[in-house]
């Protein structure tokens, strides 16, 4: 079974907006997708960075709170969804959607406050991993499992400041990540381009504010700290979002999941430039045995179309596009 993401919806130009569709079409042109897709997975990881940073001050609750209000805000400017004339499955699918959603993100950024970011992220990574190789009958992917089982094995060894809780909230992060894939694909069926995930981040957002505005309290008031969280959300969803659909357009999905598969690399140098996170030579092996793991999978998926059928995205692999991490 393929990973699909947040790819897994229908796409329609994103121009609703005045000028969002010249400013989309100008970066589309200017930018080639290779770098569209790394400079999304570095937007994603540094605003992780700052989110961890502001856990001293703002508990990772509320800094997830704003983070997906500040994308539920620009996803719903963007699409405008349509809510008239929508069935109880309908509605159903999406709420199950913002629920995944919202706890991804809330569990990632706990694990964040307890284990370097880097070994968050390749622990996280497991779950779109496993999506992309579950009912494969391939005995390559056997291989590709074993290498990132050992990878798990050595993050545990590789000494540290990795704590059970830290591990857990990461798997519980890698277990929404997976449902996230799967929602969003039966997301895509029912709603089109990104009005999905535009409601579905609604749903995030009203789960997550009594626990975000009841632990955030009167640091929420303080415009500084705003400002910040904004940013986080900005850097985390907002740019990585545009940039890998941008992407996604214009280079085939399998060289898209290789390309994302470099997520949990890009999570460690981050966590060491601005957390002050190193790890250890044990914990670098692992984290490669993950990212090798995740390019095997998605090199020896079973081949499919490089472009999509007319009004559906590729199914871009393990990791992306998505509002998650």
Known sequence: MSAHAAAGEPRRALNPIPGAAAMLHAMSTSIPPTWMVLIGIVSVQAGAGIAKNLFGVL??????????????????????????????????????????????NWAIYESFARIPLGIAVTIEFLGPLSVAIAGS???????????????????????????FAGVAFALLAGVAWAGYILLSAATGQRFSGTSGLAIASVVGVLLMTPAGVYQGGEALLDPRLLLIGLAVGVLSSVVPYTLEMQALRRMPP??????????????????????????????????GCVVAASVGATRSARPGPDAPAEGRAPDPGPGGPRDGT
């Open 137 to 163: 009958r391939r005995k390559v992917d056997l291989l590709w499992v074993a290498l990132a089982a050992g990878g798990v094995v050595l993050l545990g060894r590789g000494g540290g400041d990795v704590t």
């Open 254 to 287: 399998r060289v898209f999941g290789i390309l994302m598969s470099l997520e949990p690399a890009a999570a460690a140098m981050v966590g060491m430039l601005l957390l002050s996170e190193f790890l250890s030579v044990p914990q670098w092996i692992a984290i």
């Open 59 to 104: 508990p990772p609750s509320a800094v997830v709170w704003i983070r997906l209000l500040t994308s539920a805000i620009v996803l719903v400017a963007i699409a405008r969804p349509v809510l008239r004339g929508r069935s109880r499955a309908d509605w159903l699918t999406a709420a199950g959607f913002g629920l995944t959603l919202a706890t991804m």
